[in-house]
Structure formats: C-alpha cells, structure tokens
T-cell receptor, first 110, second 115 residues
Framework: GQNIDQPTEMTATEGAIVQINCTYQ??????LFWYQQHAGEAPTFLSY????GLEEKGRFSSFLSRSKGYSYLLLKELQMKDSASYLC???????????FGAGTTVTVRA | DTEVTQTPKHLVMGMTNKKSLKCEQH?????MYWYKQKAKKPPELMFV???????INESVPSRFSPECPNSSLLNLHLHALQPEDSALYLC??????????????FGPGTRLTVL
C-alpha cells in the first residue's frame, strides 16, 4: 500500500518562502507529483520528480530523495493567490495509479 | 492546451433520480479517469479507462456506471445514489494509459449533492 504524509496547514507572509514536506512509504515508486488545488476547484499540475534532485519552475521548485522517501515543494516570493491546498501524489510502478496525500493548506497573509 | 471540461458544474439529485456526468478532452489523451473528492480530503480514484476500455474499477458500487463512448468523452451514470455520495467528482486525462511520467490533467469537477 501507499502511506503519504504531509503537514495539514502552513501559514506564511506575502513575499516569503514556504517549504511543504512530503514523506512516503510505498510498496514501489514510479514518480511523485505536486498539485495545487484552490477551494472548490480542480487540482492543477505543478511538478513531477522521478529522479533525485531539484526541479525548478519559476517560483516553484520540487525536490526528491528516493532513498529517504522524501520530497518537498518550495514556494518562493509568495503571493496571495498561492493560498491553496497542495497535494503530494505518488505513482505506483505496477498499476501506475496515483495515490494522494491529504494535502497541505497554505495560507498567505499580507 | 491542457483543458478537460466537465458538465454540469453543479448537480442536485434525489435518491431515486438517474443523472449523468460528462467529461471531454481534445488533447488526444488515451487514458481517462474518474475521481471522487470529499471536502478537505484528497481525490480518490474510482475508474480508469485505457483506450476506451475500462482498465481499473476501484471496487466502486454499481450505482456508479462509467462509460467511454469515444476517445474524447467519458460519462459517469448515476442511479439510486445515497446522500453520502455527495462530493466533487473530478475527471482527469493523461497521454499514455498508466505510464510513467504521465501527468494527469484534471477538469473543473462536478459538485454533486444527493438529497
């Protein structure tokens, strides 16, 4: 099975940096995804990591360490519109299904 | 363009009603998915279609009946639902069915309320 943990809530100030951690214990691994979801809306794809290291996309970066079962999403220069839930999802190797963590609600304050 | 569309946006139905949710994508994706999401919970996979054939059914009750008429369309037929089925129903699609490095793109969802 898949066990994916991430913090429930985080609060940060506009312009600051926030790091959302995700740890996973899975029976296999075929990649990790981060999605952003605003309240009442669909998840939007942010990043994909399958190899160890850092992937950078503008203000968002994602890191993966497969040996540690650990990933983080780094949000820089926070804006009010970044207030949302951030979902960590792991893809299984055999059936390639996505399993989601419970999500981290990020609140950006002025 | 990574757009998946869903209709209707909102649906209220009684427990004896029959209704359908619709999903459409024109990205040439060959895998389509239905997820159910309760408030403040992550999406839960219900069904996966691969090349218009049902490949995964996550032990979903038979009151939910999926259909894939063609490679661009995915329906979810609803019958005799229960109030606990009220949720946001998300459709997603991806390029290659069940392949690595295969991002799933989500539609805006249908907010379903069962009275």
């Amino acid at each position: 099975g898949q066990n994916i943990d991430q913090p429930t809530e985080m609060t940060a100030t506009e312009g600051a940096i926030v790091q959302i951690n995700c740890t996973y214990q899975t029976s296999g691994f075929n990649g990790l995804f981060w999605y952003q979801q605003h309240a009442g809306e669909a998840p939007t794809f942010l990043s994909y990591n399958v190899l160890d290291g850092l992937e950078e996309k503008g203000r968002f970066s994602s890191f993966l360490s497969r040996s540690k079962g650990y990933s983080y999403l780094l949000l820089k220069e926070l804006q009010m519109k970044d207030s949302a839930s951030y979902l960590c999802a792991v893809m299984a190797p055999y059936d390639y299904k996505l399993s989601f963590g419970a999500g981290t609600t990020v609140t950006v304050r002025a | 363009d990574t757009e998946v569309t869903q209709t209707p946006k909102h649906l209220v139905m009684g427990m004896t009603n029959k209704k359908s949710l619709k999903c459409e994508q024109h990205m040439g994706h060959r895998a389509m998915y239905w997820y159910k999401q309760k408030a403040k919970k992550p999406p839960e996979l219900m069904f996966v279609y691969s090349y218009e054939k049902l490949s995964i059914n996550e032990s979903v009750p038979s009151r939910f009946s999926p259909e894939c008429p063609n490679s661009s369309l995915l329906n979810l037929h609803l019958h005799a639902l229960q109030p606990e089925d009220s949720a946001l129903y998300l459709c997603a699609s991806s390029t290659y069915p069940l392949a690595g490095e295969d991002t799933q793109y989500f539609g805006p969802g249908t907010r379903l309320t069962v009275l």
